[in-house]
């Protein structure tokens, strides 16, 4: 496992533990039995099949999707007090005519005025700061629907984390995203970790990422069927039964 900001210091005080969680939609059960411990600072990418479960599975952690189990969170110093938790969405699409920029965006998220009213000094001071925590003050005037994949999921990563939280969720962030982008992004969402000692949950369909910069891989179809390091997971018979590899070829 890749040492956490923490290391070891957390000991059983997880930021989030999930634990036989179970999720009906009608009269379909979508996840039963899901138990998971994300430690402060760690990243954990969950992988799986289209229709494995995954995004339900972060909707029910974000409160949005009803389950059955329990749910906690904890953080040092922060006992009884509700965690703050980032959201990156799964790959939103943007008109590239639509007359909406990086600012106007940040405005609409997270102020009370709408973007048209005009942005004060202050503020556009304020959102540079916010880009610049992923490296990208320069996009600020950019059209929102002119970004490349990498530079959407930068902008977005950057709205999620203002506040900071002490969980950012991310559902897919690698899709659309060039190969370039790709290590960009995952070297961003590590010095994030470790600059903000939050820890990551985040869906991804690209595995190669996962030995660099997983510290737990969670393979779930309706239910978990392995976890452990990313070495544990990608050379797990459950992985290649799923993905229906064969010597490490897709079938
Ligand atoms: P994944 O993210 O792993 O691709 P999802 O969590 O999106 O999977 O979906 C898991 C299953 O739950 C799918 O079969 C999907 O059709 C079903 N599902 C998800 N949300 C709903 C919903 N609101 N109503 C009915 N079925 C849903
Ligand atoms: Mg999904």
Known sequence: MKPSFHGNACGDACCLRVQD???KIGSDRILSGVN???HCGQLVALIGPNGAGKSTFLKAVLGQQEYDGVIAFSAPGQRGRKPKIGYVPQSPS???GDPVSVADLFV????RW?????????KRQAIL??????HSADLIDKRIGTLS?????RVLLALALEPLPNILILDEPLSGVDAEGM??????LDEIRRTYDLSILMTTHDFSMLPRYADQVVLIDRQILCAGTPDEVLSSEEFRNTFHLRGGMAE
């Open 108 to 111: 609409c998220c997270q102020g």
């Open 36 to 38: 998971l411990h994300v």
């Open 129 to 134: 700061e916010y880009l610049d925590r992923v």
């Open 114 to 122: 709408p973007a048209f009213a005009g942005i004060s000094r202050s």
């Open 149 to 153: 994949g990498g530079e959407l999921q």
């Open 21 to 23: 969680l179970s999720v």
């Open 94 to 96: 943007f008109d590239p």
């Open 183 to 188: 290590t960009t992004l995952m070297d961003m």
